[in-house]
Each structure stands twice: as structure tokens, then as C-alpha cells.
């Protein structure tokens, strides 16, 4: 019998994945980057993040020439030896000190004042690939008494910063020629945390609870681009303290982070190391070595975001981005607040829950566009449950829903509408405070 030919389509980037598939479609968009500027290194590539990311944290360091061989150096079987003696060989950019990876910063620092230490670290090491990952600090760079707040200062806000700060640094990277591996955020587990050194910030309000969201945004970003992601958050899940120091922010490491045995795969840091070089391996045999994709099925998306056939939620976490621009416009105002007006298109998203379900659904908007969310028990705006800025949280009974992203505007225009990112998972366990709401009881 004769095998059915591989999928030939984009792929959804599944939430319950470590990696991102890289499927020969995915192949074909990195190519068609590295098309863009064939002058770049093959084997170099360039570090843009926060201290996890940092030289001195140990994220990569340890397949340096430079990095000593600890006893209990075991790469497990792990087969990267051609990748990692490739990028050994012109440049070893495992060894760089990044001037776009600096501890305590957020995404706002490679593309600051025009680009300007993005463009400088690209020229010192001309890449072909760049890991990417910001998120720590991002979730946390704000008033801890502001929480759930679209304004300045809550993690909505900061949400959306990171979001448009992301996607500007993923375009500048695709248009320079060079390929971004997306990390994203890893875990934070602080046990308490204070703002200034008066207020003990509740439990509730502690950034843990919102790293599914920026998850979701950086994951929904390179499924939009069908680049390489690596869902750092997930691959530490079932490890003690998620592979975390006593301060429950930064990796611990064993061995120089190189020991890929089950006791060293205990430590965050090795446990990065060890995924982190797999994708980059898979990047750098397809794009540059012409290996066959290794991943020869797709995730489908299903829906085109109409009103007769929505994007379907398959399962969650859940993230994807699309644009209104140029979509039906056939909700202008909801019943849950008939004052605000939606004249602009809107799209539609379906999502089946088996049982009572906690859930947070988020809409990240592009500069200059203004969309809004809406959970409805039916696709009829008379049907509206709830509704937000940027964001809803709700407790879901059995049944259907259905959300729609509608673009804001009074005057029946196309304007306000554009490029969004949508996303919802379920909420944390131990986060009582997150769909408190009940919904559809």
C-alpha cells in the first residue's frame, strides 16, 4: 500500500507539544527567509532574552570550545554532534555575550531607539538564526497593585507591550535574512513577592498565573510565521520546582548545563539546553543541509473565521492570530453592552467544553488597531455573555461558546481593523481568583 503524501499546508502549533512540528511547509517559510540575505552564516546564530538567556546563566554555553567538560558531561544519547560542531567551527556563538541579552530587561531592548543594539549584534555576528526569548520580565514589569487591568501598569497592559514589542523584533529578524527560533517564557514559581518594600503583593496577583497567557502570545507568533517554537513552560511542567533556584525565577544548572542524563535533566538549565539545540539542530539541517522535514503531518486549522464557519478551538491552550481587516461585518453591538459601538468586521472562534471549565480569552491588537472580545452562548450577538477590552475571564458549564474578536469603530469603516492575536486556556489551578464568573449556568 502506498503511503499518503505529507501535508502540504501551515500547521497549528499545538499547546501539549515541547517543540513546534517542523514540517516541510515550515522548511519552506524558513527557506524562503534564508532566501532574503544569502550572505548571512549558515553557522551562526545570535541571542536575544533575558537572564535565562544570558551567557552566565548557562543557556548554551556549555557546547562552547570554551566551556570546560565537567564530569557528568553526557549528552545522553541526544544525537547534535554535526549541529554543534558546525556552529562551533566560524564563530561559536555559544560563547557570545549578547548585546540584546541582558539580565532584567524586557522585549523592549533589542528593538529600542531604532533597532539600534538588534542591529549592532547582528553586525558582530552576521546569523542566520536567532533564539528569541523574552517574557520574565515582561510579565512582571509593572504595579503588582494595578493587576488585572487593561491600563498602564496591569498584566493586560503588559500583555500587549509584549506582544507588539515581540512581533517588531520577529519581522525585523525575517526581513534581515535570519531565522528566529521562538523560546517561550518559562516558569515563575516566587512564593511571595512585594512591591516596593512596603506591600506583600496576594497570591493571586503573582506573575506564576500568568505564564500560560504570555506563552500563548509568543507560541501564537511563530504559528503565524511557521518559525521553530520551543514551549520552554511546558518542558519543565512535571519537573520538581519546574528546574528553578530558591528565588523560583532563575534555572538551577548541573554540569555546566550539558548533562542530558535523567539526574541532569532535573535542573532547568540543562533541560533547556537539551531542547533548545534539538530545534536549533532541526532549523539548521533542513534550511542549510537539506535534511527532510522531520515532522510530515499537520495540525490542520480548521474554520475560516466566518459567521458560517468558525475557527474551531480543537483543544486548550489555544492561541492564533489573524486579521480583521477585510472580514464580515455583520455584529455591530452586543447585548451585554449595547453602548459600545462595533461597526467594524469581526471574526468567530467555536469552542466545545465537555465540563465546567475555568478559562481566560485574551485579544492582543497590533499598533493602530482596536479590536474587542466577546463570549457568546451562540454565534448572534443578542446571545453576548460577556465581554472586554483585551480580555475575559469566565467559569464555563458543559456546552458550547462561541467568542468573537470585533473591531471597535462608530463610523462603519474599515478602520481600527487589522492584525490580532487571540488566545485562551484554561486557568492555573491554584489561581481561585481567574474565572471566578460563572458562565452558562
Known sequence: MCKAAPSYEPTRYPGNAILSPITPYVVDKMKAIRNKNKSRNDNSFMKLGDSHMYEGSSFMYCFSNKSPKHTGYDLAGIPVTDAVSAFQSSFDAFARVSVTTVLGKTANLPIANGNSLLNQEISATNPRFAFYGFGTNDMGWFDYRKFKTNNQGGYFYAMQLYYRNVLAAIDALIAAGIIPIVIGTGWRNEKAKYYGTQTQVADKDLPKHFVTSFNAVSRGIAEYYQIPYYNLQLSHDKIENFGLSTDGIHHKTIHNGCDFTTNGLTAGANRRNRYAIEQLQNAWRTTVKSSPAPATQTHPFQGNGSHANPYIIPDLPYTHMASTANAETKFDTYSCNTSV??????????????KQTRIRAFAMSASGVDVDIHLLSAPNANACLARGDKWIEAKLSAGTYYFAIDTYN??????????????????DPDDADCGSRNIGE
Open 341 to 354: 459601538k462595533e461597526f467594524g468586521p469581526e471574526k468567530l472562534y467555536k469552542l466545545t467544553v465537555s
Open 410 to 427: 462608530e463610523n462603519r469603516t474599515n478602520s481600527n481593523a487589522g492584525t490580532y492575536l487571540f488566545g485562551i486556556h484554561t486557568c
